[in-house]
């Protein structure tokens, strides 16, 4: 029963490596990155520059989770998983 397990779960952590990519940013410490950036005294245009790249880089990763994902033995609901 383990083995079947273990085989069910592939596709999920196939799925998770995915997101591999974005762990820094997922990741990011809110706090120091807003003392980091304010120490750069970037001009409006650059912090709208910065803004937009954030919303796009957001809105892709939540683009990329599922409403569920069937695994056969599990059923994953991601309905309420959001990035905060």
Do not use: W
């Not at 069910?8 to 807003?34: G, H, M, Q, W």
């Not at 003392?35 to 520059?49: M, P």
């Not at 599922?66 to 599990?74: A, F, W």
């Amino acid at each position: 029963m383990i083995a079947h397990m273990a085989e069910a779960v592939k596709p999920l952590k196939t799925y998770i490596r995915l997101f591999d990519c974005y762990v820094e940013f997922l990741n990011t410490d809110v706090s120091e990155y807003a003392r980091s950036y304010e120490e750069k005294n970037l001009t409006l245009a650059e912090d709208e520059v910065e803004i937009q790249r954030l919303q796009e880089l957001r809105a892709k990763i939540e683009d990329m989770i599922p409403c569920e994902i069937n695994l056969g033995l599990y059923l994953v609901r991601c309905s309420k998983v959001s990035i905060q």
